[in-house]
């Protein structure tokens, strides 16, 4: 079993930071993209950003200059400053991590959620 421990959302004021992070754990034998999805209320869930192992990223476009994910994979842990902040940038932020584990299944894992609030 896998499980992907997320921490570092809050609330925070327009204009202001956080960084989340994402460390994945278990029977993990090769982690091959780890990245950041959204949801907020009565929208569907978006990729925000993600970074293969090898380090190619893909961000959308509405963070590309304020976000900037990174990674660590000796440590299984994926990281995500993000700057400038938006009132629309509110949402539940969830870890993904596609994971070959200990029994050569590869799966895709998601993280519970981190509840992230900009106020105006």
């Known amino acids: 079993q896998v499980q992907l421990v997320e921490s570092g959302g809050g609330l925070v004021q327009a204009g202001g930071s956080l960084r989340l992070s994402c460390t994945a754990s278990g029977s993990i034998l090769s982690i091959n993209a780890m990245g950041w999805y959204r949801q907020a209320p009565g929208k569907q869930r978006e990729l925000v950003a993600r970074?293969?192992?090898?380090?190619?990223?893909n961000d959308a476009d509405s963070v590309k200059g304020r976000f900037t994910i990174s990674r660590d994979n000796a440590k299984n842990t994926v990281y995500l400053p993000m700057n400038s902040l938006k009132p629309e940038d509110t949402a539940v932020y969830y870890c993904?991590?596609?994971?070959?584990?200990?029994?050569?299944?590869?799966?895709?894992?998601w993280g519970p959620g981190t509840q992230v609030t900009v106020s105006s």
């Open positions: 970074i293969t192992s090898g380090g190619s990223r």
């Open positions: 993904n991590a596609q994971v070959t584990d200990g029994s050569g299944y590869y799966r895709n894992y």
